[in-house]
DNA sequence: TAGTGGTCTAGACCACCCA
DNA sequence: GGGTGGTCTAGACCACTAC
């Protein structure tokens, strides 16, 4: 026998290390100390923090870079900017994109929005309207729900950065976003989506729905997403 | 130096096992040899074969089973339905499933075909019509393109026999789908969609394209299905 | 009890990056 | 040259399953 709760070592050093990157110990893009500075702290051996770290990478927290070191995985790499959006041109290559702020303003949650990202009915929220432009075309219409809690001063201004959304919230609010659940339907679009898409009315739409999450499942994000796909589709691979 | 096409023992020890899943050695469902005797005859260590034996594992080709050994990946486990299937019902719980088989027949690859599934212009093919029902609900209508000479006997009948298509493609005919591209799009409802579907003419449909391999990177299967979201989504998750 | 996968260690050496 | 991650080994012990 022996306790329910039982972990190998190697979780447990993954969940030491793991409690370090949420109390911002190391910020995004820092490196964090090598395994064996890590193995020594820990008092276990290197193959032990080596385990705990590669679960850590498989899950896109941190990333190895052989010769240099462990660096705390971040959204600003230009590389990472479509790990969260799974879009491909139909055929042909892909466009520079652009992100278009339209609209900003703060809100009470409604039953809806709280449930989801765990509020209480009536919290203060922010709300943003925004265009993302591949090449010329605009593709998707986004209408994204945050807690201002979380994001105090965010303001059509400083939506104007330039920078890509995740990337803006990581640097400036220290909120790093983890992992998405998404929920794909198709839809009519209605007059709003349709005249910032450019499309006819009642034209069918990918809807996207997405809630981001933070360290420990936290949600902080909810998102909908109205894709235009003429020339372009939503790309998934099974394994 | 070193040549460029170095690689770790490992992966060379990968490679070995994975040649000998191709050549059908050991069959789905099937246990593979203890990790003991693996190192023993390719003379390393069992650590190594263990890697090699991981990687395979987190790709689906292989499921561990502590205290049991080491398995082949197989379609027949009715829980490894939902892996090529993101359908989730958008409330409540999911209901049984049924997949009605409604038409079968050959035809000539054209050339989008031929060109996706790595044939000859004219080569011959087998197209199947199923509808998938969830509880008493249609939800999805399929249209699946399959290379005749993988599949030579293939027909309706055979089709009625109640299995998963991959389990049946599997034990029947020995191909075993390994990893699936899918690309989602948003579009109006054909008269037959609609028709098998039960919605309106011109309603807003999902359609997923689906490209299926098997080993060796070799694709095996185009598939169409067109998705109603009224009840149901597709369900993603973003790491 | 015997056999399997799962964990942990200690130590050696390789590949890579940078100063 | 010195530090980092990456590979490989040999051996010990733990956890789980089957008989």
Redesign the interface.
């Known amino acids: 026998m022996h306790s329910p709760t039982f972990s190998p070592l190697y979780r447990q050093i993954k969940e030491l290390i793991l409690r370090d990157l949420e109390s911002g110990e190391w910020g995004p893009g820092d490196p964090i100390p090598s395994e064996s500075e890590l193995a020594g702290r820990f008092g276990v051996s290197q193959g032990t923090v080596r385990k705990a770290i590669d679960e850590m990478a498989?899950?896109?927290l941190l990333v190895r870079q052989q010769g240099k070191g462990t660096f705390v995985a971040t959204h600003k790499d230009p590389g990472s900017f479509f790990?969260?959006l799974?879009l491909?041109p139909?055929d042909g290559d892909l466009q520079v994109s652009q992100s278009v702020p339209l609209e900003c303003w703060r809100a009470k949650a409604g039953a809806d929005v709280a449930r989801i990202l765990a509020l209480n009915t009536g919290a203060p929220i922010t709300i943003v309207r925004r265009l993302l432009k591949l090449g010329d075309e605009p593709v998707v219409f986004d209408e994204i729900y945050l807690p201002s809690e979380l994001f105090p001063d965010l303001s059509l201004d400083v939506l104007r950065s330039g920078e890509s959304l995740y990337s803006l919230f990581e640097t400036r609010y220290g909120v790093r976003m983890i992992?998405?659940?998404?929920?794909?339907?198709?839809?009519?679009a209605d007059r709003v989506s349709a005249e910032w898409l450019q499309v006819a009315d009642g034209s069918?739409?990918?809807?996207v729905e997405?809630v981001t999450f933070t360290y420990g499942h936290k949600p902080v994000e909810w998102r909908r997403g109205f894709?235009s796909?003429r020339n372009y589709?939503?790309?998934?691979?099974?394994?």
Chains 1, 2 share one sequence.
């Not at 998404?182 to 839809?187: C, F, K």
């Not at 069918?204 to 809807?207: C, E, F, G, H, R």
Request: a positive charge; zero cysteines; glycine letters at 4%.
């Open positions: 498989a899950e896109n790990r969260f799974r491909a139909n992992r998405a659940d998404e929920r794909l339907r198709a839809v009519s069918p739409l990918l809807l997405r894709y796909t589709h939503y790309h998934n691979e099974l394994g």
